[in-house]
T-cell receptor
C-alpha cells in the first residue's frame, strides 16, 4: 500500500506570495493532519481534516488555511508569505481521527526569500 | 496546556550499547503516546504507540514504557546500531472525551551511534 505522498517536495517563494501544498493520504485513510516543523519551535500542529471538515485547528494566523476533498486528499494554503514561514510542512494521515496511529509523509520544504 | 519535554537533546553512544531516551509530559490526562523516528530532512516514521491503559509496547529491539501518573515515557533501544542514528520524537494525544485532539510533540533527542 502506498504511503502518504506530498507535493511538491521543495519550494522556493518570495515574501508576499502565496503557496499551495498538497497531500494524498494512505488509501482508505480519512483523517489528514498538517504540521509545521522548524528548528526553533519543533513540530507544531496546524489543522486536522476528517470527512472534508476541519476538526481541529492549531494556533496559527488566518494566512494558513486548508481543505479536504471527497477523496480525502488535502491541500494547505499560505497567503502573504513571511520569512518565518520557511519550514518543513508535514502531512499525516490516519484511518479515523483522534486515537489512531498517524503516518507521515516526507514533507514539503518551503523556503521564503 | 500540554507540554512535552525530551531529555537529553542529543546523545552519542558507541555501537552495541543499550540506551534509554526520556520523555515527560505535564498533563497526565492523555489518550495515547507515540514514539517517532525522523531521519535528516525526512518525514516521521511511527515506531510505537502506547494507549493510556497500557504500560509498555515492544517492537524488535525497541521497548517503550508509559507511566501516566508520573507523566513519563521511556524508549529503550537494545544493542544500538549505526542505522539507529536519527532524531527520536515523543508525542502525546490529550484526552478530551472524544479523543479528538492533535498530537503534541517534544523537540526530540538526536541520537548518534558510532561504529
Amino acid at each position: 500500500k502506498a504511503g502518504v505522498t506530498q507535493t511538491p517536495r521543495y519550494l522556493i517563494k518570495t515574501r508576499g506570495q502565496q503557496v499551495t501544498l498538497s497531500c494524498s493520504p494512505i488509501s482508505g485513510h480519512r483523517s489528514v493532519s498538517w504540521y509545521q516543523q522548524t528548528p526553533g519551535q519543533g513540530l507544531q500542529f496546524l489543522f486536522e481534516y476528517f470527512s472534508e471538515t476541519q476538526r481541529n485547528k492549531g494556533n496559527f494566523p488566518g494566512r494558513f488555511s486548508g481543505r479536504q476533498f471527497s477523496n480525502s486528499r488535502s491541500e494547505m494554503n499560505v497567503s502573504t508569505l513571511e520569512l518565518g514561514d520557511s519550514a518543513l510542512y508535514l502531512c499525516a494521515s490516519s484511518l479515523r481521527q483522534g486515537q489512531e496511529t498517524q503516518y507521515f509523509g516526507p514533507g514539503t520544504r518551503l523556503l521564503v526569500l | 496546556k500540554q507540554e512535552v519535554t525530551q531529555i537529553p537533546a542529543a546523545l552519542s553512544v558507541p555501537e552495541g550499547e543499550n540506551l534509554v531516551l526520556n520523555c515527560s509530559f505535564t498533563d497526565s490526562a492523555i489518550y495515547n503516546l507515540q514514539w517517532f523516528r525522523q531521519d535528516p530532512g525526512k518525514g516521521l516514521t511511527s515506531l510505537l504507540l502506547i494507549q493510556s491503559s497500557q504500560r509498555e509496547q515492544t517492537s524488535g529491539r525497541l521497548n517503550a514504557s508509559l507511566d501516566k501518573s508520573s507523566g513519563r515515557s521511556t524508549l529503550y533501544i537494545a544493542a544500538s546500531q549505526p542505522g539507529d542514528s536519527a532524531t527520536y520524537l515523543c508525542a502525546v494525544r490529550d484526552y478530551k472525551g472524544s479523543g479528538n485532539t492533535p498530537l503534541v510533540f517534544g523537540k526530540g533527542t538526536r541520537l548518534s551511534v558510532i561504529a
